[in-house]
């Protein structure tokens, strides 16, 4: 990650449960990753199948 030359971070940790949902703005210029912690979710982008995730799994 360093030779990433980051030049800030924001952490956020969600717990979501049953039928929810949680959108990301586009942030222009920025990265961003989510790290499944715990059971499973399904991940969907514009114009993608969806893909489901597991504990473990990275999306980027």
């Known amino acids: 990650?360093?030779?990433l030359?980051?030049?800030g971070?924001?952490?956020c940790q969600s717990q979501l449960a049953g039928d929810?949902?949680?959108s990301m703005p586009v942030l222009p210029g920025?990265?961003?990753f989510h790290i499944v912690t715990?059971?499973?979710c399904w991940l969907t982008v514009d114009g993608?199948?969806?893909v489901e995730l597991h504990?473990?799994?990275l999306a980027g």
Request: charged share 25%.
């Open 20 to 22: 929810r949902s949680l």
């Open 30 to 32: 920025k990265m961003m």
């Open 5 to 7: 030359r980051l030049e």
């Open 1 to 3: 990650m360093h030779h």
């Open 55 to 57: 504990k473990g799994s």
């Open 9 to 11: 971070s924001l952490y």
């Open 38 to 40: 715990a059971g499973r």
């Open 48 to 50: 993608q199948p969806p």
